[in-house]
Antibody, heavy 120, light 108 residues
Framework: EVQVVESGGGLVQRGGSLRLSCTAS????????MSWVRQAPGKGLEKGLE????????????YYVDSVKGRFTISRDNAKNSLYLQMNSLRDDDTAVYYC?????????WGQGTLVTVSS | EIVLTQSPGTLSLSPGEKATLSCRAS???????LAWYQQKPGQAPRLLIY???RRPTGIPDRFTGSGSGTDFTLTISRLEPEDSAVYYC?????????FGQGTKLEIK
C-alpha cells in the first residue's frame, strides 16, 4: 500500500524553527518528485490549500512558493525513504496543517498531515 | 501566478442528481495541466482528476473532468451521500502551483 506519514509538527514560537519529516512506503520513493502542501486550520473555503515546495526525485531541483523562499528548505534522503521540510524564521501565517504529497505537478497521494502552530 | 476561481461556493443537491463544478483560470493553463481533488472533513485531499480529464485508478467514472484553456469543469453524476465534501481545482502548468478556493458540495 502506498503510504506517506508526516511527523514533527507542534507548537513553536514566532521566529523559531521546526523540521518536518515524511516517511514513505509502498512505492519507489527515489523515483518520484515529492512536495509539501499546507492548509490553514479551520479556514475552509477562505484559505484552502497552498503549495509550499517540491523536490525532484534525485534532489537536484527544488522549488518554493515565494512566501517561504529563504526561510524553508526541502530535502530528501532516498536511502531512508524520507522527505523533510526545515522551517526557520516561522511567522504567524505559517500556522497550518502540512501535508506531504507524492508528485511535483499533480499530487496523487497525500499523508494525513501534521499541524504546525506558530505562537507569539 | 495563475489565480483559480471556483464556482459556486456552495452547492446543495439531492442523491441521484448531477453536480457541475466550475474552475476558471486567470490565464490559460498550459497543456490542460489541471487537477481536481476531493477533501472530506478531517481527511487529506484525494486526487480525482489530472490532465483535466484523466481519472486515476480507483476513481469512479461518475467523476468526469473537462475543459481547456481557462475554463474547466468537474461533473459528478448520480450523486451519493459520500460525495459530500469540498472540491478543489489545481493548476500545474506553471510555477507556483496554485489551487482554487474550493466548492463545498452538500448532499441533502
Amino acid at each position: 500500500e502506498v503510504q506517506v506519514v508526516e511527523s514533527g509538527g507542534g507548537l513553536v514560537q514566532r521566529g523559531g524553527s521546526l523540521r518536518l519529516s515524511c516517511t514513505a512506503s509502498g512505492f519507489s520513493f527515489s523515483s518520484y518528485w515529492m512536495s509539501w502542501v499546507r492548509q490553514a486550520p479551520g479556514k475552509g473555503l477562505e484559505k484552502g490549500l497552498e503549495w509550499v515546495a517540491s523536490i525532484k526525485a534525485d534532489g537536484t531541483e527544488k522549488y518554493y512558493v515565494d512566501s517561504v523562499k529563504g526561510r524553508f528548505t526541502i530535502s530528501r534522503d532516498n536511502a531512508k525513504n524520507s522527505l523533510y521540510l526545515q522551517m526557520n524564521s516561522l511567522r504567524d501565517d505559517d500556522t497550518a496543517v502540512y501535508y506531504c504529497a507524492i508528485g511535483g505537478s499533480w499530487f496523487f497521494n497525500w499523508g494525513q498531515g501534521t499541524l504546525v502552530t506558530v505562537s507569539s | 501566478e495563475i489565480v483559480l476561481t471556483q464556482s459556486p461556493g456552495t452547492l446543495s443537491l439531492s442523491p441521484g442528481e448531477k453536480a457541475t463544478l466550475s474552475c476558471r483560470a486567470s490565464q490559460s493553463v498550459s497543456s490542460s495541466s489541471l487537477a481536481w481533488y476531493q477533501q472530506k472533513p478531517g481527511q487529506a485531499p484525494r486526487l480525482l482528476i489530472y490532465g483535466a480529464s484523466r481519472r486515476p485508478t480507483g476513481i469512479p467514472d461518475r467523476f468526469t473532468g473537462s475543459g481547456s484553456g481557462t475554463d474547466f469543469t468537474l461533473t459528478i453524476s448520480r450523486l451519493e451521500p459520500e460525495d459530500s465534501a469540498v472540491y478543489y481545482c489545481q493548476q500545474y502548468g506553471t510555477s507556483p502551483r496554485s489551487f482554487g478556493q474550493g466548492t463545498k458540495l452538500e448532499i441533502k
